[in-house]
C-alpha cells in the first residue's frame, strides 16, 4: 500500500529519469541501430548520379569520352573495391570504419566540385581519377561499418535484411536528385557538393549507433522486416511518381521542396516503428520484473558457476588447447559450405571463382550502361533534363531488384529450396534484353532500358552479397564481400573504356570527317545518332549471356547445398546463448 502511494507520488524528475533510460535504451537497441543503418545506405549511392553530373565535368574540363570513361572507371574501382575498409573492420569497431569513410567521401567529392567550378588549378585527368576513386570508396566504408553489422546481428534474416539495405542504397541516387533539386536547383555542379557533406554528416550522426550485438531471436523480427519492406515499396513508388510529374509538369521551388520535404518523412518513418518495437521491449521487461517474487536473502554462499558456467574439464580443455595454425596451412583443406572459411579459402575456391566471372560480366555490364546514360540521351536526342530521369528509373528499379532478390529469394528458397544462385541466372539475363533496347532503339526505349538495367542490377548486387555469406561463412564477411565485386570495377573498365569509349569517339570522329573537321578544332567529341552505341552495347548483350551460362556451373555446383538447412548453426547458437543466459538467470534467483 505504501509502496503503491510512493509510486503514484514520484515526483517529476523520478519521471525524467525513466524517459533518459528508455530513450537509451533506444538508442543502443537493434532497431534503432537498423534504422541509423538505413539511413546511412540512403546516403551511399551516391556513386549511381555520376550519369547526371558526367555531362558537366566533361564540358568544363575539356574531355574526350574515353577520358570521361576512365574517370567512370575509377569510380567504379573505388566504389567496388572495399578490401580496405573490410580488413579494417577486423580489427577496429564499426564506429572508427564509418568515420574514415565520411574523411573520404567529403575530402573527394569536395576536391572535384573546387576543380569543376573552377576555384582551384584545372587538375590533369589522373588527379581527377584519383579524386573520384577516393569518394567513391567511402561507399565500401559504410557498407562495411553498417551492412555487415546488420547482418552479423540478424543472420537468420540475412537475405531480407540484405534486400532492404542494398535496396536503400539503391534510392540513393532518386532521393538525392530531390534533395538537389530543393536545395540548390537544377544546377548539377551543386549535386556534387551535396553529395560530398551529406553522406560524411549522417555517418558522423550515427557512428555510436551501429555496433555488433549478441545473438538473440525476436519473435517480431520478420514481421518488422516487412512492415520495413512496405514503408520502402511507398518511399520508390512515391518517388517514382515525383520522377515522372516532374517530367510532365513544371515544378516551382517551392514544390521541389515539398517534395523533397515528404521523400524525408519517408524516410524517419523507420524510426517509428524502431521507438515502438523497443517500447514493447520496454513493458515486457517492467512486467517479468513485476512478477518475480521478492525475498529476503539473510546468507547466500558463492556460487562459482556464476562467474564461470563452465565446467572444469572444459576450462582445462580450452587452455590447454594447441594454437589455431597459420592460415597458410590450411588452405586447400576448405570446410563445408555454409562454413567458416579463411580469407584464402574463399578466395582460392573454385565457387568464389565462379562468382568472380559472373560478377565480371554482370555488373561490369551493368556499370557500364549506367554511367552513359547520359551520352546515350545525347546521342539519341533526348531533352537535356530528362537524363536525369533516366538516373533516377536506374536507381528506383534499382531498389526493387535488391529487394526483390532479398525477399523473393529467401521465400523460394524457404519453401521450395531453389537455390539463389539459380536467380542470379536471371538477373544476367535480364540486361541483355535492355543493351540491345539501346543497340536498336525506338521512342521510349531507353527509359524501357533504364528499369530492365536498374532492376537486375540490383538483383546481381544483393545476390552476391548473400551468397558470399551462405557459402563462406560470417566469421571474415567484412572482407570478403568486399573482395567478391573486385570484379566489377575490373569489368567497368575494360568494356567502359576500352570497348564502349574507344568504340563512341571512334563514331564521333567519322561525324568530323564527313564534315571536314578534326579533333582539335572541337572542345568536346560529341557524337549523335543510333549507330554511336550499337556495336558496343551487342557486345554487352553478348558478355551477359555469357555470364549467364557460367553462373549455371554454380547453380550444379551448390544445387544440394541450398537443399538442406542452411541456418541450423545460427538457430543452434541462439539457443545455446539463451540456455546460458537462463542458467545464469536462475543461479541469481537462488
Known amino acids: 500500500m505504501a509502496e503503491t502511494a510512493l509510486s503514484s507520488a514520484t515526483p517529476a524528475p523520478g519521471r525524467c529519469c525513466t524517459l533518459c533510460r528508455f530513450t537509451l535504451q533506444v538508442l543502443r537497441g537493434r532497431w534503432f541501430m537498423m534504422f541509423a543503418s538505413f539511413l546511412i545506405m540512403a546516403g551511399a549511392g551516391a556513386t549511381y548520379l555520376f550519369g547526371v553530373y558526367s555531362k558537366v565535368i566533361k564540358s568544363t574540363l575539356g574531355y574526350d569520352q574515353s577520358t570521361l570513361n576512365t574517370l567512370g572507371s575509377f569510380k567504379d574501382l573505388g566504389a ?126 550515427f557512428i555510436f549507433n551501429i555496433r555488433v550485438m549478441a545473438i538473440s531471436r525476436h519473435p517480431n523480427e520478420v514481421k518488422v522486416l516487412y512492415q520495413y519492406l512496405v514503408i520502402s515499396v511507398f518511399l520508390a513508388l512515391c518517388l517514382m511518381g515525383l520522377t515522372i510529374a516532374q517530367k510532365y509538369v513544371t515544378f516551382t521551388h517551392v514544390w521541389y521542396v515539398v517534395s523533397a520535404t515528404g521523400v524525408c518523412f519517408l524516410l524517419f518513418v523507420p524510426c517509428l516503428i524502431a521507438i515502438r518495437e523497443e517500447l514493447e521491449t520496454w513493458y515486457l521487461r517492467k512486467k517479468q520484473e513485476k512478477e518475480v517474487p521478492s525475498k529476503i536473502v539473510v546468507e547466500e554462499p558463492p556460487l562459482e558457476t556464476v ?100 525477399f523473393v529469394s529467401e ?119 543510333r549507330q554511336c552505341y550499337r556495336q558496343s552495347f551487342l557486345i554487352l548483350a553478348g558478355v551477359n549471356l555469357f555470364g549467364a551460362i557460367v553462373s549455371l556451373i554454380l547453380v550444379y555446383r551448390t544445387r544440394d547445398y541450398y537443399k538442406s538447412d542452411i541456418y541450423k548453426r545460427f538457430r543452434d547458437e541462439m539457443e545455446a546463448n539463451e540456455k546460458e543466459i537462463a542458467m545464469v538467470k536462475d543461479s541469481q534467483k537462488n
Open 80 to 205: 567496388n573495391v572495399g578490401v580496405l575498409s573490410g580488413l579494417l573492420a577486423e580489427v577496429t569497431p564499426p564506429w572508427f570504419v564509418l568515420l574514415v569513410g565520411s574523411f573520404m567521401n567529403f575530402a573527394g567529392y569536395f576536391v572535384i566540385w573546387l576543380a569543376v567550378c573552377k576555384k582551384i588549378h584545372k587538375p590533369s585527368p589522373w588527379q581527377m581519377c584519383a579524386y573520384i576513386c577516393i569518394g567513391a570508396n567511402s561507399q565500401n566504408f559504410a557498407n562495411t561499418g553498417s551492412l555487415v553489422t546488420c547482418v552479423k546481428n540478424f543472420p537468420e534474416s540475412r537475405g531480407m535484411m540484405l534486400g532492404l539495405m542494398k535496396g536503400f542504397v539503391g534510392l540513393s541516387g532518386a532521393v538525392f536528385t530531390q534533395l538537389y533539386l530543393a536545395i540548390y536547383g537544377n544546377d548539377a555542379k551543386s549535386l556534387i557538393l551535396l553529395i560530398g557533406w551529406l553522406p560524411a554528416v549522417i555517418s558522423i550522426l
Open 307 to 406: 562467474s564461470d558456467p563452465k565446467p572444469e574439464s572444459e576450462k582445462v580443455e580450452l587452455s590447454g588447447s594447441p594454437k589455431s595454425p597459420s592460415c597458410f596451412a590450411n588452405v586447400w583443406q576448405k570446410p563445408k559450405r555454409g562454413e567458416d572459411y579463411t580469407i584464402l579459402q574463399a578466395l582460392l575456391s573454385i565457387d568464389m571463382l565462379i562468382l568472380f566471372v559472373a560478377t565480371f560480366c554482370g555488373l561490369g555490364c551493368s556499370l557500364t550502361a549506367v554511367d552513359n546514360l547520359g551520352q546515350i540521351g545525347e546521342s539519341l536526342g533526348y531533352p537535356t533534363h530528362t537524363v536525369s530521369t533516366f538516373v533516377s528509373l536506374v536507381s528506383i528499379w534499382n531498389y526493387f531488384g535488391r529487394v526483390f532478390s532479398g
Open 411 to 529: 521465400k523460394i528458397l524457404l519453401k521450395w529450396k531453389v537455390p539463389r544462385t539459380l536467380m542470379m541466372t536471371f538477373s544476367l539475363l535480364l540486361p541483355a534484353i535492355g543493351d540491345l533496347f539501346i543497340a536498336f532503339p525506338f521512342p521510349g526505349s531507353v527509359y524501357i532500358a533504364s528499369l530492365l538495367i536498374g532492376f537486375s542490377f540490383g538483383i546481381q548486387l544483393t545476390l552476391l552479397f548473400i551468397i558470399i555469406s551462405e557459402l563462406f561463412g560470417l566469421k571474415y564477411y567484412s572482407t570478403l564481400f568486399n573482395c567478391g565485386q573486385l570484379a566489377s570495377p575490373l569489368g567497368s573498365y575494360i568494356l567502359n573504356v576500352k570497348i564502349v569509349g574507344m568504340l563512341y569517339d571512334r563514331e564521333a570522329l567519322k561525324q568530323l570527317a564527313s564534315r571536314g573537321m578534326t579533333r582539335a578544332m572541337v572542345h568536346e567529341l560529341t557524337c549523335i545518332g
